[in-house]
């Protein structure tokens, strides 16, 4: 009789084990897929022209040169997961103007999520959601 | 009874998270919204982006060739254009696109209801200013201004089935509405195409096609034109299947010996139009109405411009002055949000 009771005991503590081990993988999967840093901070795709030169992560702090010959340069900075011109040898300096973009402040900007540079060419927009 | 009640607990706790990861990877079959395409191009002497929401893979590269051939019928500039034909034509009649007649029966039109504070016939005083290029911040000659001030008279453009008739000497520029006309045409060319959300911004036309994806309304910053940098804004207005257009004093133009020389020009006299304002938002339901009436409504002052606003119905304006006062029209009471007051 006692052996037949502990059985069942045994069962039911490695059900809630299985079942603890589940719960943790669930809030893991959860865990990455919102803290993934794609959408904790965004991606921006930089176009010359009507191109794309580069994609880049605003996860990872760094600078960009585009570098179009005949003196055309700019220089785009990644820094604490916003994205600006940083410098540009455009005559107007109006993209170095036009400030930092990030996913808490593009709809507080006039060009919302876009970086223009006119007179170079080069845009820089950050990337709302997954693009097809 | 226990151990059926921890299998039933397991089973739900596996369910549940199977379907919370399907959830989203299989949203394009559960969701309806298309995915978000955007574009860069340059048209217009000026920038153009497209953001819609469409699973058609060709629509923007298809919507760039539009821009194309719209730049090159009414570009100022290049040679063979209709505009250009027109400008050219030295009182002759020159047959021009439909599309060409359209913007200048609607340009017409704006004229005569402003009693020529618009005019598409400004262009000779325009010519004579350089707020752009290497001529910067140097002011025309005054006899020359004058001059050229007084051939602008719309009334003398002459536009019927076989084309356009301008008088010699007389010139077109339809800086002021050209932008506007095209915006509308691509935001219906892509409606045609499906699109059922989506923002386009012309050289700073803003345009939304239908609300966002989740059904909320666009939120457009409103530039500030006293701001010190490019982006900072006076406020915010929500917005669907509407345009935004701004006016003002810091777009193009120059200080001079403390005086503001900007490209809004007094189409009586050919000099920049000098009141209060430093700058007009105008909202209305299409690019061409915000686009026109933004200039306009510039040119009458907070006052007169609020009272023609106010009598049109559908149109929406927010008004800045160089005293950095903020003032807008009734219909945007519970639509537009002071910046201090955005999260």
Known sequence: MAENEKKPLMKKRDLFIVAALLLVAVAGMAAVKFLSPNTATGSAKIYVG???????????????????????????????????????????????????????????????NWIVCLPNQVTVELTLEDEG | MKRRFLGALLAVVLFSSLTACGSTEVRPIVSPTPALKSQVGFYFDTVVTMQVYTDDETLLADAQAECQRYDNLLSKTAEGSDVWNINHAEGQRVPVSDETREILDKALD?????????????????????????????????????????????????????????????????????????????????????????????GGNVLTIGRKPDGSEWNIGIQDPLGTRDQSIVGAAKVSDQAVVTSGIYERGFDLDGVRYHHILDTASGWPVQNELAGVSVIAGDAFDADALSTTVFAMGVEKGTAFIESLSGIDAIFVTRDDVVTWTSGLNDRFVLADQVS
């Not at chain 1, 179009?68 to 916003?82: F, P, R, S, T, Y």
């Not at chain 2, 010519?127 to 602008?152: C, I, N, R």
């Open chain 1, 50 to 112: 009507s191109y794309v030169y580069k994609e880049v992560s605003l996860g990872e702090d760094q600078v960009i040169e585009i570098d179009q010959g005949n003196d055309i340069v700019n220089h785009v900075e990644i820094k604490d997961g916003a994205i600006y011109m940083s410098d540009s040898t455009c005559p107007d300096q109006q993209c170095v103007g036009q400030g930092e973009i990030s996913m808490d402040n593009y709809e507080q900007r006039v060009l919302r």
């Open chain 2, 110 to 202: 704006y004229s005569r209801r402003s009693d020529g504070i618009f005019d598409i016939t400004v262009e000779p005083c325009v010519a004579l200013w350089d707020f752009t290029g290497e001529g910067m911040g140097l002011l025309p000659d005054e006899a020359a201004l004058s001059q050229a001030a007084a051939k602008v008279d719309w009334t003398q453009v002459d536009v019927n089935e076989e084309g356009v008739l301008l008088p010699a000497g007389m010139t077109i520029d339809l800086g002021a509405i050209a932008k506007g006309y095209i915006t509308d045409r691509i935001a219906d060319f892509l409606r045609a195409r499906g699109v059922e959300s989506g923002f386009l911004n012309f």
